[in-house]
């Protein structure tokens, strides 16, 4: 796995763990953490799908001419994505955690589903397709930039 794959994985990761520290904070009822880890969570996950929407998937469309394939399909994937995480922040700051709590466990199959995607479709499909991976999502690669490594 390319050094620009292992980065996107491990924001997967990081979001998911930010996640399970907020569905933690609603266990034991202290709502101020659920918010606090929430709202890292979605800066986490805004600044991962702006990364893939900007740069990844135009590169991946532009590389293969495929426009209205897999990119497409996770950008529709990003949109339900965000509107649950919208719900579920809304209970959040409605001091519900049985709501916030059904949320969370929904957004969360939702995540785990399109990251499945991701990084067993998607992601190598970018490897094989996009050269200089790396400097394409701005990860300082140390690349020389005129080989395929990316
Ligand atoms: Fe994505
Ligand atoms: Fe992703």
Known sequence: ??????QLVKQH???DDQLNRCEAALHKGDIASAGRNFRLFSEF????????E???FPAFEKATGMTNGPTEVMRGEHAEIRSLRDEAYAAIEANQPEQALAALDTLNVLIQQHNVK????????CGGSV??????L???STCCGSCSCG
């Open 1 to 6: 796995m390319s050094q620009a794959m292992m």
């Open 13 to 15: 990761t990081e979001c």
């Open 45 to 52: 996950l805004d600044s991962h799908f702006a990364l893939e």
């Open 54 to 56: 900007n740069k990844l």
């Open 118 to 125: 991701e990084e067993n479709v998607l992601y190598p499909m």
């Open 131 to 136: 050269p200089n991976l790396e400097a394409v």
């Open 138 to 140: 701005g990860m300082g």
